[in-house]
């Protein structure tokens, strides 16, 4: 598992579109872990995407409930509500990580995506890591090569 890395993100467009009336803002996530491909999900060439339900108190995620998924594995598809585990597990403990200013309280939607683009490499690297309003993440990693050894 790759290590990880503390990064900050700012979502919020300037604060003159408030005082003009547009629409409420997402939440502005201060800091979190940099995601990463899990590495069996990336063996197993799965891929997929979550929607998760979290709840934050004082800023400090509380609750993440998978609310729909839909992963595939070698081009055949798996929906579901739980998902696979391959992607889910490693995507609810990532959003433990997850901090918002500490006025942020209640629960909102995020959606995370998971998929390979590029060449094959014989060893893992570190994926492309997207986070776009409104809490949408996109986890894009280069697929690796199967090697069978007999």
């Not at 889910?88 to 995506?113: C, H, I, M, Q």
Request: charged content about 15%; some cysteine.
């Amino acid at each position: 598992m790759p290590g990880r890395i503390l990064c900050l993100f700012l979502l919020t467009l300037p604060f003159s579109l408030a005082a003009q009336g547009q629409p409420h803002l997402p939440h502005r996530l201060r800091s979190a872990e940099m995601p990463f491909s899990p590495p069996i999900a990336e063996a197993t060439h799965t891929t997929g995407w979550l929607i998760i339900r979290i709840t934050a108190d004082g800023g400090i995620v509380t609750k993440a409930e998978v609310l729909r998924t839909e992963t595939q594995s070698r081009g055949m598809s798996h929906p579901s509500k739980s998902g696979s585990q391959l992607l889910t597990a490693p995507t609810l403990e990532y959003l433990k990580s997850w901090r918002f200013s500490s006025d942020v309280n209640g629960s909102f939607v995020v959606k995370f995506t998971y998929s390979f683009a590029g060449t094959e490499t014989e060893q893992p690297t570190n994926p492309t890591v997207e986070v776009l309003p409104p809490l949408d993440v996109n986890v894009i990693a280069r697929p690796v090569k199967l090697v069978v050894e007999y």
